[in-house]
T-cell receptor, first 115, second 114 residues
């Protein structure tokens, strides 16, 4: 079975400060990794994804994440946050199943940027 | 990127009635779509996998007779909440699977059952 753990449910950070949102996963097979952002009353928007290749992945809005296979982590980082980054962030893992690729989501991290 | 739409975006209905939510992939074909449910301040919970031309696969604990899923074409899947009750009030999100194991999510449908 797969699981995704987002250790921090809420992360407050001052504007222009750096931020790291943590994500760890457990899986016995190869995985694909994703970070999504959700604004209030909206669906999920893909920030970035790791499918293969370079372990450092750059996404939209200045976010990046690094896949660490030995630590089974995929932490999301941004060097300088903006007020508009305030949102809910979800880490997700996808594995190949008999019925197709299934996503497993973490419980989410609420990022609040303080002016 | 690929676009997935949902209709309606918001619906309010009386207890006991049925509500249909549509999920469309606008610029790509999706043989597989997924339906999720999200409670306030919580993560997405996979309800079922919708397969074009065949029966949906439901997750454990999801009532298939209550949440009817039809994937009639490569661009449309529908979720019908039958005999809705207030506890069915939630945010329902669909996604469509594209190439390279990526899912594209719809904007969600807020269902309120009075």
């Amino acid at each position: 079975a797969q699981s995704v753990t987002q250790l921090d449910s809420q992360v407050p950070v001052f504007e222009e400060a750096p931020v790291e949102l943590r994500c760890n996963y457990s899986s016995s097979v190869s995985v694909y990794l994703f970070w999504y952002v959700q604004y209030p009353n909206q669906g999920l928007q893909l920030l970035l994804k790791y499918l293969s290749g370079s372990t450092l992945v750059k996404g939209i809005n200045g976010f990046e994440a690094e896949f660490n296979k030995s630590q089974t982590s995929f932490h999301l980082r941004k060097p300088s946050v903006h007020i508009s980054d305030t949102a809910e962030y979800f880490c997700a893992v996808s594995t190949k199943t008999n019925t197709g690729n299934q996503f497993y989501f973490g419980t989410g991290t609420s990022l609040t940027v303080i002016p | 990127g690929a676009v997935v739409s949902q209709h309606p975006s918001r619906v309010i209905c009386k207890s006991g009635t049925s509500v249909k939510i549509e999920c469309r992939s606008l610029d790509f074909q999706a043989t597989t779509m997924f339906w999720y449910r999200q409670f306030p301040k919580q993560s997405l919970m996979l309800m079922a996998t919708s397969n074009e031309g065949s029966k949906a696969t439901y997750e454990q604990g999801v009532e298939k007779d209550k949440f009817l899923i039809n994937h009639a074409s490569l661009t449309l899947s529908t979720l019908t909440v039958t005999s809705a009750h207030p506890e069915d009030s939630s945010f329902y999100i669909c996604s469509a699977r594209a190439l390279r194991n990526e899912q594209f999510f719809g904007p969600g449908t807020r269902l309120t059952v009075l």
